[in-house]
């Protein structure tokens, strides 16, 4: 009896394993999008953070081994600056100006036009 009541409990419980996630909302996919980028920019920072230390600790070995200073075009650390998200703007409320032109065939020389009535 307790083999058919725990065999019948794992077959409901194992159910549930399939039950598929309504899709994200647009708010949802909005924020999660923002810490994509914030994670991104936290990489970058992180990098220029790293680059500055090793700068230093190269410039500080260069005085103790009495070695001419590196050239300063070769290694540039970039500042990623301060954080700033600006979100996607979606098709449908882009500027009616901004629509890009087709375009044209690398091949050919004419194109022909439309017909109108």
Same mark, same amino acid.
């Not at 598929?20 to 914030?38: I, N, Q």
């Given at each position: ?37 914030? *994670? ?31 050239? *300063?075009?070769?290694?540039k650390c970039e500042d990623p600056g301060p954080f700033v998200y600006s979100p996607p703007v979606p098709p ?26």
């Open positions: 009896m307790m083999k058919k009541l725990s065999l019948c409990l794992a077959l409901l419980f194992s159910t549930a394993t399939f039950a598929k996630l309504p899709p994200p909302s647009d708010e949802a996919k909005a924020k999660a999008d923002e810490a994509k980028a914030k *994670a991104a920019w936290s990489d970058k920072t992180a990098a220029y953070q790293l680059c500055k230390s090793q700068d230093r600790t190269a410039e500080r070995f260069r005085r103790e081994q009495k070695k001419p200073a590196m050239d *300063a075009s070769l290694a449908s409320i882009a500027p009616a100006g901004a629509a890009t032109a087709p375009a044209l065939p690398a091949n050919s020389e004419k194109v022909p036009q439309p017909i109108k009535k």
